[in-house]
């Protein structure tokens, strides 16, 4: 075991599972390395839209869909499914972006 891996022993016994190891002083982002690689899957929703089955089926290359949203409107951004910031969608070498304008706390969801 590598001296940076996390023990068990490291922390004290009337620590909780939940607690969060950044609010000790000495403790650093580094201290969360070992879950860097767990994936997570990220989500951009420029908007929703509501139709039948019937609708679905007429669809066809270069249908117009109509969205919730307004141009200019902040767009969604989840993270595993869960509402976590909102943005605007940008151009970065030719390729579309999303660049955070809002973080969302919990509670403040309102998806």
Known sequence: MADDDLKLDEF????GVLADPLSEEGRTATDLAP???VP???????G?????????LQ???GSVLELD???GEAIDIYVNNRLVARGEVVI?????GV????IIKDGDSQA
């Open 12 to 15: 004290a016994a009337d620590e």
């Open 35 to 37: 879950v860097f690689d």
């Open 40 to 46: 997570v899957a990220i989500s951009a929703v420029l």
């Open 48 to 56: 929703r839209s509501t139709m039948s089955v019937a609708q679905l």
């Open 59 to 61: 669809l066809t290359q």
């Open 69 to 71: 949203r307004k141009v």
């Open 92 to 96: 970065v070498d030719e390729r579309l």
């Open 99 to 102: 660049t955070m304008t809002e």
